[in-house]
């Protein structure tokens, strides 16, 4: 079974920055849809940005022009770059993709530490 491997977690001070990595273990077909979401501790989880065929892009208000998601359509690996990160931030990030026909795949979720 495919599973979605995450990477580029970890702490760092306020204002710093982060690039996380995800990408299929395998072949995924009929993606439309990739993004990253995350939940802070007794949070629900929400959608932080996705990317849809095509490139548009949408983002949570919280991080608008301080995040960055893009997309490598060769190798299916979506990417986040953060920006100027606030304590708020801190969370784990879950990487998502949706499919055509295949359902929706979720990653295991890296966790984000952004001390103040």
């Known amino acids: 079974q495919v599973q979605l491997v995450e990477s580029g977690g970890g702490l760092v001070q306020a204002g710093g920055s982060l690039r996380l990595s995800c990408a299929p273990s395998?072949?995924?077909?009929?993606?439309?849809?990739m993004g990253w979401y995350r939940q802070a501790p007794g949070k629900q989880r929400e959608l932080v940005a996705i990317?849809?065929?095509?490139?548009?892009?949408n983002y949570a208000d919280s991080v608008k022009g301080r995040f960055t998601i893009s997309r490598d359509n060769v190798k299916n690996t979506v990417y986040l770059q953060m920006n100027s990160l606030k304590p708020e931030d801190t969370a784990v990030y879950y990487c998502?993709?949706?499919?055509?026909?295949?359902?929706?795949?979720w990653g295991q979720g890296t966790q984000v530490t952004v001390s103040s």
């Open positions: 990317v849809v065929n095509g490139g548009s892009t």
């Open positions: 395998g072949s995924i077909a009929g993606i439309v849809v």
């Open positions: 998502n993709v949706g499919t055509s026909w295949l359902g929706v795949y």
